[in-house]
Structures are given as C-alpha cells and as structure tokens.
C-alpha cells in the first residue's frame, strides 16, 4: 500500500508543480523572459529536431510494409493506403513523436536542470531575485509549445514519407497514383487537427514532467542520473495513458473513414 | 571504456564501434569461465521485473486498444467484417505491437535506470576501484545486464501478448462481436513462426537496449550534469535503434516467409 500511497502524493506533487509552472504562461508572466523562450526554442529546433523526424520516419516505413503486406493478403494491394494513412497519422507518428520528445527532450530538462539544481544554481538564481520556476520551467514550455506543432506537421509529412517509400517504391505493387488516391481520401483535416491536439497534449506532459524532475533533483551528479531515469518511467506511462484516451475520445465513437453511407 | 569525442554526428560511428567492441566483450565473457555473475543476474531480473511490470501493463493495454483496436474495430464495422478482428489482433499484436511495448518499456524503464546506476558508480570511480582489484566490469557488471534484460524483455513479450490479447477482446465485445468469434479467428490466423519471430525480435531488442545503456554508463564523464547526459544520449540512441532494427527485422522477416502474409 505504501507504494500506491508514494506514486500518488507523487502525482499530486507534479500536478501542483505543472500548475504553477501553466500558470506562469497563462498569467503572461514568463513575457518578461521572452527572450529566454525563443533561446529555448531556438536549442529544440536545432538540437531535438532531427532525432524526432529520424524515429517518426522508422515507424513510418514499418506502417507502410505492415500496411502493403496486410493489404496483399486480402488480395488489394492497392489499398495499402487505406491503412498507411490511418497508421501514421492517427497512431504511429503521435507515438513516435511522445517518444522521442520524452527520450531527447524530456531527459534532457532533466539533466540540465537537475545540474543546475544539484550546483546551487537554481538556489542563486533566486537570492538574486529571479522566480526560478518562470525563468526555467515556464519560458521552456511557452517557447517549445511555440515551435513543437510545427515540428509536429513536419513529422507527419515524414511519417508519410516513410509509407510512400515503403508501399511505392520498396514493396512495388501499387503505383504512385493509385496509393495516393486511396491515401488523401482517408484523411480529412479535422483527423490532423486531433493528432496534433493528442501530440501536443504528449509534449506538454513529457515538457512539464521533466520540469518537475529536474527542479526537484537532490543527491550529487547521481541523485540527476536517477531522476532522468525516474522522468522516462513516468513519461512511459503517461504517453501510453493520453494516447489511449485520446483516441477512444477522438475516434472511439466514429470511425471517420469514407466507407459506407 | 573510452568515451568518443566529437560532435553528435562525427561521434556516431565510433560510438556504434564502441558499442559492438562491448558486445563482443560481452559475449565472450558469457562463455568463459569463471561463470561469476549469477547473484548479480538474478538481482537484476528482479530489479528489471520489479519496475518494469505495471508501465509494461498499462502500455500493452493502451498500444492495443488504441491503435489496433480502436481503429481497426471501427472501419471493420463499417465493412460488416467485425468478426475478423481477432485474426487482425493475432497479426498486429504478435509481429509488431508486443515486442515493440516491450523494447519501449523496458529501454525507458530499466534500460535507463541501469545506465544511471553504472554511471554513478563511474562518476564516484567504482569501477576504476574495481579494475584495481583485478574484478572486470565487462564481466561482473555488464553481463549480468545484458542477460537479465534480455531474459527479461522476452518474458514481458509473454505477458505483452497476453494484456494485448485481452485488450483487443475487450474492444471487439464492446464493438459486438463475442469472444467466441474473436478468438475462432484469433487462433485460425495464428502461426507458430510468428510467435517464434516475436520471441527473438524481442531478445534482440533486449540486448541492443542493454549494450547501449551499460556502455553510456560505463563511459558517463563526471561533472554535475554527466550521468543525467549519459542517461539522455542512451534512452535516444536505444529508441532509434529500435525503430531500425524493427523495420530490417519486419522486412526480412515477411520478405523471407511469405506464408506469414496469407489469411486464413
């Protein structure tokens, strides 16, 4: 009992932390270190970016085979795209992209400013005046959630990719028309605007997450290595958990596919 | 253990050099004797199963209900062919979602706790301390390692296997179908090489996650924010890792038995 007890205070822990850290956005107080945001942003694109795309892509070429040898042994190959389209942007790519942002992203607030916290860092920074909460944890997450849905948009353009290499080019029984045909019916753009809210809702979590850990680190260069570990556990569990409710909120009652009347 | 120097892509290919230098290490301190690291292996299974088992749970569960039952339910309904879910779940669950929960799992979770023990323990010079008596890291330390994950990811395959199972069932009954029909079409698309293919794309998923997380530990660099890099770099590398190795595995595997992609 005394474990469920721990994970719980420790949910409300990070809970009260992420409020504080959502209300500093929202309250238009991170804007003094606006600056601040858009270095933090500026480190993502240049830093994260590749890695994220290089995953998404994977998966990509693993929905496109999946969805080409499925297909063939229905005997429709040329509905491959029926699958592919469904594959990355509804599951596939918010996965991959959750995954990516908690194992290069996450960890990463973790590491640094778990260091910060473990040097006395985040302890000067308030003697001097600074609310150490907006200057490190408020203007990360304004200045990722800035530039992350575009991040986003690009990955499921990627993932897309990956498919059409997969399907067209590699598996080879479908031409490039016809795949696409089926592929654009399956979509509609309020599907994309879902899988950018479940992404996003991801993001923010591993984002607010690894805040909590990382300003919360105690115990030397060791205490950090633990809490990044303990970071990627719980993002584990909470991707899996938003993704899951998500979909069931989002697609659980429609189908959303143009079949049938 | 020499850390690789340079920027992230000029240190790529050293690192990958690095890290199959330690698996050939370690596959050969497995079979020499002295056999000495079976306290320490059976610690690390517990350890491994002791953190692993409720993430793996819930991840199983919602990679199933999700994307493969979810989705999938829905645009069977729409086509009257709900009664084939249980022959798409024996598909997608085996071959691809189990082991895939399981790596994710398992790199997030033991994986990077592994590699922050053993950086800490290089950080506070343990192993050098270690080297000093005469006792090799690569043996006691990583052998331990890289057995228990993969003895450990290949169990958790079984019970991914099994949560996914149940989670495809719970949708198709919530959809309408029975479990009867469900698991009628279950075991008819079944096939014994597919499960066996789940078997050893899990233990190699086990033991890439366990290579690259004990060599980021073993060659974390001291400094306030050393082990918590070495932590990010390996659960990254582990990640990327996976989704290769999974699309090589997948290809060859459906490419070499074509027999695999038939319905029954």
């Known amino acids: 009992m005394t474990t469920v007890r721990d994970g719980l205070e420790r949910l409300g822990e990070i809970l009260d932390f992420a409020w504080k850290v959502i209300s500093r956005v929202l309250s238009g107080r991170v804007l003094a270190f606006a600056g601040e945001s858009i270095r933090q942003a500026g480190i993502l694109i240049s830093g994260s970016v590749g890695v994220i795309i290089l995953l998404v892509f994977a998966l990509g070429l693993q929905c496109g085979i999946q969805g080409a040898y499925g297909t063939q042994s229905i005997g429709a190959p040329s509905i491959a795209g029926a699958f592919t ?99 654009w019916v399956f979509q509609t753009p309020l599907d994309m605007v879902f899988s950018l809210v479940k992404g996003m809702s991801m993001s923010a979590f591993v984002i607010l997450v690894g805040c909590y850990f990382g300003y919360n680190a105690s115990g030397g260069p060791v205490g950090v290595g633990t809490a990044t570990a303990r970071s990627m556990a719980v993002n584990i569990v909470g991707i899996h958990a938003i993704g899951l409710l998500s979909t069931q909120l989002f697609w659980g009652s429609d189908p959303r596919s143009p079949v049938g009347g | 253990m020499v850390p690789v120097t340079g920027g992230p892509l000029t240190a790529l290919p050293g690192t990958v050099g690095a890290m199959g230098v330690l698996l050939l290490r370690t596959t050969r301190a497995i079979v020499r004797t002295p056999l000495a690291f079976g306290p320490e292996l059976v610690s690390q299974i517990a350890f491994a199963m002791r953190v692993g088992w409720m993430p793996l749970v819930l991840a199983a569960v919602a990679m199933s209900y999700g994307p493969a039952g979810i989705q999938a339910a829905g645009f069977l309904n729409l086509v009257g062919a709900i009664d084939r879910m249980g022959g798409l779940f024996s598909i997608t669950v085996i071959r691809e979602f189990a082991p895939l929960v399981c790596a994710i799992v398992m790199a997030g979770v033991a994986g990077t706790a592994m590699c922050a023990d053993l950086g800490a323990r290089k950080i506070r010079e343990e192993l050098d301390a270690l080297s000093v008596l005469g006792v090799d890291p690569v043996t006691n330390l990583v052998v331990p390692r890289f057995l228990a994950l993969i003895v450990v990811t290949m169990i958790f395959n079984v019970y991914a296997l099994i949560f996914g199972t149940l989670a495809g069932l719970l949708v198709a009954v919530v959809n309408g179908s029975s479990a009867g029909v469900f698991f009628h079409s279950y075991f008819d698309n079944a096939a014994t090489l597919e499960v066996l293919a789940s078997f050893v794309k899990t233990a190699i998923f086990g033991g890439i996650i366990a290579i690259v997380c004990c060599y980021k530990g073993l060659t974390a660099e001291g400094g306030a924010a050393g082990v918590g890099r070495a932590v990010n770099q390996a659960v990254v590398l582990t990640f990327l890792a996976i989704g290769l190795v999974d699309y090589a595995f997948t290809q060859a595997l459906l490419a070499l038995s074509p027999e695999l992609s038939a319905t029954r």
Do not use: H
């Not at chain 1, 990955?155 to 498919?163: K, P």
């Open chain 1, 85 to 183: 389209a469904v594959c990355n942007l509804r599951e596939v790519t918010p996965y991959a992209f959750g995954y990516m942002m908690a194992a290069k992203v996450g960890t990463g607030i973790v590491a640094e400013l778990g260091a910060m916290r473990i040097s006395d860092e985040i302890d000067a920074l308030e003697v001097m005046g600074f609310d150490a909460i907006t200057y490190l944890g408020a203007t990360r997450l304004l200045g990722y959630m800035i530039v992350l849905p575009f991040v986003f948009i690009v990955a499921i353009g990627v993932g897309f990719l990956g498919s059409y290499v997969a399907v067209v080019w590699q598996f080879g029984r479908v031409s490039s028309a016809a795949y696409l045909e089926i592929f």
